[in-house]
């Protein structure tokens, strides 16, 4: 049971990418999905999250109206397009699930490998 995101990159500030959250060895329909990111020298903070049929989504403040979290139960991936990027975006990005619909780190699990995303100049 585990859950893999991908996605990441080297991008300019202004730029977009697309993270992908897949999973393996169980069915994410029923789970709460949630972004979150850990940056240099600083602790993992929550960046998303989406509930178990996409239905309600929140966000963190810095990244309301830049990104975008969906999910296609079908394919068992959850998505985060992320607009307008900003050097301050620059962190490992992880997903992780949890059965209910909160952005309290210590509810979710199933941490997968994260993705690099810097964003520079």
């Known amino acids: 049971v585990q859950l893999q995101a991908f996605g990441g990159g080297l991008v300019e500030p202004g730029e977009s990418l697309r993270l992908s959250c897949a999973a393996s060895?169980?069915?994410?329909?029923?789970?709460?999905i949630g972004w979150f990111r850990q940056a240099p020298g600083k602790e993992r903070e929550f960046v998303s999250i989406?509930?178990?049929?996409?239905?309600?989504?929140y966000y963190r403040d810095s990244v309301k109206g830049r990104f975008t979290i969906s999910r296609d139960n079908a394919k068992n991936t959850v998505y985060m397009q992320m607009n307008d990027l900003k050097p301050d975006d620059t962190a490992v990005y992880y997903c992780?699930?949890?059965?209910?619909?909160?952005?309290?780190?210590?509810?979710?699990?199933?941490w997968g490998r994260g993705t690099q995303v810097t964003v520079s100049s």
């Open positions: 060895g169980f069915a994410l329909d029923y789970y709460s």
């Open positions: 989406i509930s178990w049929n996409g239905g309600t989504t």
């Open positions: 992780a699930v949890a059965p209910i619909f909160t952005t309290t780190e210590e509810s979710f699990t199933s």
